[in-house]
C-alpha cells in the first residue's frame, strides 16, 4: 500500500502563501503602531544597560634574581685504618693448546643422549706466585672423556697463565660417568670451569 503525502504537509506547496500571509500582518501591525502614536521616534543608541567601568591596579615590575651558587666544598683526603687493597687490571687470556697424537673420534656435548655426569671433583691449589701477586681470574679446560670416565686428553687451557699447570693436574683427576649415544659409551669433548678468588 502506498502512502501519498497530505497536501496540509507538503511545504513547498504552502510556502508561498504562508509567506505573503506573514508580510501582510507585518505591514497591518506596523500601520497600527503609527496609527496610534505617529510621533514615535526609534533611538538606537540608547544603551540599555550602564556600561561597567573597568579599574586597572599598576603591578610594580618584577626582578629575576639569580641564586647565588653554592661554596665549593673542599674534598679532604681520608686516613684508612687498614690498607686499601688496589684493583689491578685483569691479565690478558692466554689460550694453551694441547695437541693430539692421534685422531680421537669424539662428539661434543650438545651432540649427545646422556651428558657424562661429574662423581669425582678435584680443586686445584692456589699457585703461592699468583697469591702474592693478589691474582684472580676465570680458567676454562677442555678436555677429552673417555668411555670409562676419565680424563683422557686435554685439548686447551684457557686463563691466566700463572693458573694454567695447576688447572691441567687438577683436571686429569677428575672422574666422570660416562657419555651416553644410542645406549653405548661414547667419548665427548667437556669444558671444566676453575675460579680463582682470594678470600
Known sequence: MIRLKSKEADLKRTYA??????V?????????VVAIDPQIVFDANRPG?????????????TEMRRP?????????????????REHKLPRPVVVTEFPLE???EAAELWMVEQPPKVLARVLPAYPD???RALVEGKVFARV????????EHIDRIEGPQVFQRVVAQAAKAWEFAPAVQN?????????????????
Open 17 to 22: 502563501r504562508d509567506l505573503w500571509a506573514a
Open 24 to 32: 501582510g500582518f507585518v505591514v497591518l501591525l506596523l500601520a497600527a
Open 49 to 61: 544597560q550602564r556600561p561597567a567601568t573597568i579599574e586597572l591596579e599598576l603591578v610594580p615590575e
Open 68 to 84: 647565588l651558587p653554592r661554596p665549593i666544598r673542599r674534598i679532604e683526603p681520608v686516613a684508612y685504618a687498614t690498607p686499601v
Open 102 to 104: 692421534g685422531e680421537v
Open 129 to 131: 706466585s699468583a697469591r
Open 144 to 151: 677429552l672423556v673417555g668411555r670409562q670416565g676419565r680424563v
Open 183 to 199: 645406549d653405548r659409551a661414547v667419548p665427548v669433548w667437556v669444558s671444566l670451569p676453575f675460579v680463582f678468588e682470594l678470600e
